[in-house]
């Protein structure tokens, strides 16, 4: 199997890290400082030079990716995996154009975020400053190594990656490109590093280096995340798994019953915002559950479902408890009749990993119960959960989807990058 960090939920004492590894970290704590002073116009010009390496590199990305593949297949690397894992000309082409939109955004660095003049004359502004060193530790994405960076890059932040041994060639490709464009604008090479040659123990060090490394970003799978936030000594900031549901109301539109279910649970699967567990109210379920699962059968999709759906829809296995607790990133998707929103909402409390749920309804007033009621990161009405993602919320790209509840929520962007400080200018004052 692949060298991820998840072989076991808990890990003897970190060994003292290799000299190579903390001189990195103590490189990458030299490079931010370089970074937080630079300018917008500098850093820009860093993201143009990485969007151009990018989207001419697939000659030498390509071949490094498809021999992570082969081995991913080799290993047993699971199909959701290995699409996550997977390049092409297209998927480069988009990964450039998102960092060239990163470009356009706002930098949030020296942003004012509030102030005022107190009554002695002292001024106090509080700015947006970067993190310092971010580290991030994820799994077979080699799309998170080029979107992390820019978003680093762009927020002021030097990062050290951990992308896991699925990714591995494809990962040293992708960083010696950023690495060679961030010194021909006059950056330091060592503000975007790899420590995908330490394997685990490299994991292990990141997640220890409390002084070097300011916050740490887990993007991944359940078992992942949770070794992050229980391991380590780093502030992490927690990005979740997505049990992701969709509710059918009584009043549901039948078309955009089946439209916003086959696109929430079809179009890419593997991803975190992908749907998961369909609830669909009693009074809706003869006219609304035969044609939406229809529509999912047409597309593969297998059907987990309770005794009720099965009475409607036939062509499904029985749904058990594991199921509703279950991300399957995968063709499959369980199912469920509900009395009323009351009980699909309690359903959500109990399985939801606060990721996204949507309603499909003409209710107002059940829509409105819903936003307000329901406690994921992101909550939608009439609207296919695959919004969920930086891109589409005008980000250029995204360090994850945020699932808890302190300093970032939901899409992480530029100003989740960042932290404050207080600035205060005085004219003598002295405290009486």
Request: hydrophobic content about 45%; overall charge negative.
């Amino acid at each position: 199997m692949t060298d991820t960090i998840l072989d076991s939920p808990t890990y003897p004492t970190p060994p003292v890290a290799p000299p190579a590894l903390g001189d990195r970290l103590r490189a990458a704590r030299v490079a931010s400082l370089a970074l937080a002073t630079a300018n917008t116009e500098l850093k820009n010009r860093a993201l143009e030079a990485i969007a151009r390496a990018v989207g001419a590199g697939s000659p030498n990305i390509l071949p490094a990716n498809r021999l992570d593949l082969a081995n991913g297949r080799s290993n047993g690397l699971s199909q959701a995996l290995q699409d996550r894992l997977a390049l092409s000309e297209s998927r480069l082409s988009a990964l450039a154009d998102a960092v060239l939109e990163i470009t356009a955004l706002v930098d949030p660095v020296g942003e004012t975020v509030r102030g005022r003049v107190l009554p002695n004359g002292i001024r106090i502004d509080q700015v947006r400053v970067p993190f310092g060193v971010v580290g991030v530790i994820y799994e077979a994405r080699p799309n998170v190594t080029v979107d992390i960076a820019a978003l680093a890059l762009k927020s002021g932040n030097a990062v050290v990656l951990r992308g896991g041994s699925a990714a591995e060639n494809t990962n040293r490709v992708l960083v010696g490109l950023i690495q060679d464009a961030l010194a021909s604008v006059g950056l330091p090479r060592e503000c975007v590093q790899t420590i995908d040659e330490f394997g685990r123990d490299g994991a292990r060090e990141l997640m220890q280096a409390r002084g070097l490394v300011d916050v740490l970003i887990p993007r991944g799978s359940a078992s992942l995340i949770e070794t992050v936030v229980a391991e380590s000594k780093v502030p992490v900031i927690e990005t979740g798994a997505g049990v992701v549901h969709v509710f059918l109301d009584e009043s549901a539109d039948e078309q955009w019953s089946v439209d916003i279910v086959q696109n929430a649970k079809v179009q890419r699967p593997s991803v975190c915002n992908a749907l998961e567990t369909l609830l669909v109210h009693r009074g809706a379920a003869a006219r609304l559950v035969p044609p939406v699962l229809a529509r999912l059968r047409e597309d593969g999709v297998v059907i987990h479902a309770d005794d009720e759906t099965r009475a409607l829809f036939s062509d499904a296995v029985p749904a058990t408890e594991e199921d509703w607790q279950t991300e399957y990133m995968s063709l499959d998707i369980s199912v469920r009749v509900v009395s009323d929103i009351d009980e699909a909402m309690q359903h959500i409390r109990q399985y939801s990993t606060h990721h996204t749920e949507s309603i499909i309804t003409n209710d107002l007033g059940n829509a409105e119960r819903f936003l307000t009621e329901v406690d994921s990161a992101a909550v939608m009405v009439n609207a296919s959960t695959r919004f969920t993602d930086g891109g589409e919320f005008g980000f250029g790209a995204e360090v994850g989807i945020s699932t808890q509840k302190l300093h970032a929520r939901g899409p992480m962007g530029l100003p989740e990058l960042t932290s404050t400080k207080w600035l205060v200018r005085g004219s003598g004052q002295v405290r009486g």
